[in-house]
């Protein structure tokens, strides 16, 4: 087990420290293949020539421990998986779901129907497990087929929490879940997932959900082949997608990822980026102060305490140095209690003392802990634990927590486990019957050099675009 220590921040050089209407919605990119042309065939010829070579280092403090959508689990996997794959829609810059893999769909009056129609231009990145090792179109397969994973029972059920609401999903995953011997199991599809065309797919729901066009927009519905899916049954460690982005190379903390030249719709991408990840806070920072790193996505609230002033601006003392961008939307941070512990008294006193752990610098977000009356007055045990994470932002929760208790005698472990155990009290990811007892809604910025343009996050801390992006060099 691992004590809770304050935490350090190490920074170098230059850092201190509705209406029933049918709705029928097509992309811009127009009707130009007509239902029943043949399919287009993806050659290895890019389809744009880049005038010259951008290449943009990123740092995330988060580590990227997974490239398999189903298995990630923090804003920094989020945003590249959104990179490297793309789902049936995407948000476009005013947060309105707007058709990606999908050029076109409708809803029915009743809401309960969704009909989409696929890009004929739309493919895989090119991989040696394709047959002729060039990406092959997207299909409607590859969509059920991903649905079906989403139930799986060796996956995480993120994605199944977001899309019980397809009917039969719910049954479908419950089988996959509880019958553990396959050959016993009946179910063999998503009665509400069908597809009548090679180009179209159709989901069907059980009640209205207004939310469903934007759920199909988040990094858990992104759209992967059957032939990324390794054989026994792990999570995808050689990613392919359809997005603007491929990985080309891994190498140690660094992602290396390219501009898809065959993506289908054309944009102003940078033909590089890089993500330094997996580092402590500190050598992030050291790097970014030493050039090594053009900007820092999302940087942990300790960093920000140290380069912004009351206000949230960048503090004066930065101003030839760095850029601090707001970007205006939010990262949910969850604290989740174990019901199965019995220490009543650390649940009582995290409400009890809600006020204290509160209280942050307003430009830090803003965290909310339920009101409760009856609380526990005696504190039985020394210590409780939480289980482990290695987020700074989670990190800096905790610490504000261990720091409140410390005063009214009770100490905070970290667990050694990610896992929650009868031992854990507290967690800051999800598990079965949690009860969540804090949310922190902390701002994502962008942190950056004056010479790095074009890159932004917008509507969710996920939905990062780099169009235009650019590194002026001086």
């Known amino acids: 087990m691992k004590k809770l220590t304050p935490i350090l921040l190490f920074l170098t050089l230059l850092i201190g420290c509705g209406k029933s209407t049918e709705v029928t919605i097509v992309d811009d990119s127009g009707d130009n293949i007509l239902p029943g042309e043949s399919t287009p065939i993806q050659t290895t010829e890019p389809k744009k020539q880049t005038d010259s070579f951008r290449k943009i280092v990123i740092g995330e403090s988060g580590e990227i421990q997974t490239l398999d959508p189903l298995f990630a689990n923090s804003s920094s996997e989020l945003r590249v998986i959104g990179m490297i794959y793309d789902g049936l829609t995407k948000l476009d810059e005013n947060g309105n779901p707007i058709g990606s893999i999908a050029k076109k769909f409708s809803v029915t009056r009743d809401s309960l129907t969704y009909n989409f129609t696929l890009r004929d231009n739309t493919f895989f990145h090119n991989d040696s497990r394709f047959s002729s090792g060039i990406g092959r179109q997207v299909t409607p397969q590859d969509i059920m087929m991903n649905f079906r994973r989403m139930a ?14 397809i009917r039969g999903f719910n049954a479908f995953h419950s089988e996959q879940t509880n019958i553990k011997i396959p050959g016993n199991r009946v179910i063999n599809s998503i009665e509400g997932i069908s597809s009548d065309t090679d180009s179209t797919i159709t989901f069907r729901l059980t009640k209205k959900d207004p939310d469903f066009l934007n759920k199909l927009a988040h990094p858990l519905g992104s759209i992967y082949p059957r032939e990324s ?10 990613p392919v997608g359809s997005g603007e982005f ?9 992602l290396i ?3 898809f030249d065959n993506y289908y719709n054309e944009k102003d991408l940078p033909t590089r980026v890089d993500i330094i990840h997996g580092k402590k806070e500190g050598d992030i920072y050291q790097d970014f102060a030493k ?6 996505i999302e940087p942990a609230p300790n960093t920000l305490d140290q380069v912004a002033d009351s206000s949230g601006l960048l503090s004066p003392i930065f101003e030839k140095t760095f850029t601090l961008s707001n970007q205006y939307t939010f990262n949910t941070i969850n604290l989740y209690h174990n019901s199965d512990n019995s220490i009543p008294e650390a649940l009582s006193l995290l409400k009890k003392k809600r006020s204290t752990i509160a209280s942050i610098k307003p430009f830090l977000g803003n965290i909310i802990i ?9 504190i039985e045990r020394n210590s409780i634990q939480i289980a482990y994470t290695e987020n700074p932002a989670e990190v800096f929760l905790i610490d504000k927590i261990a720091n409140t208790f410390s005063d009214e005698g009770l100490n905070v472990v970290l667990n050694s486990s990610y896992a929650v155990t009868d031992e854990v009290t507290f967690s800051t990811r999800i598990f079965p019957d949690a009860e969540n007892v804090l949310t922190w809604n902390f701002p994502v910025y962008i942190l950056a050099k004056p010479t790095v343009s074009g890159i932004s996050i917008t509507h969710k801390p996920w939905n990062i675009s780099f169009q235009g992006a650019i590194v002026n060099k001086k």
């Open 257 to 259: 990822l390219a501009s």
């Open 229 to 238: 899916l390794p054989e026994n049954k792990l999570p995808i460690s050689r």
């Open 370 to 378: 339920p009101d409760s009356t009856g609380f526990e007055e005696t």
């Open 152 to 165: 799986a029972l060796e996956v995480p059920d993120n994605a199944a929490m977001m899309f019980g609401n």
């Open 291 to 296: 050039g090594n790193i053009d900007a820092i």
């Open 246 to 254: 491929y990985l080309a190379q891994r190498q140690d903390n660094t």
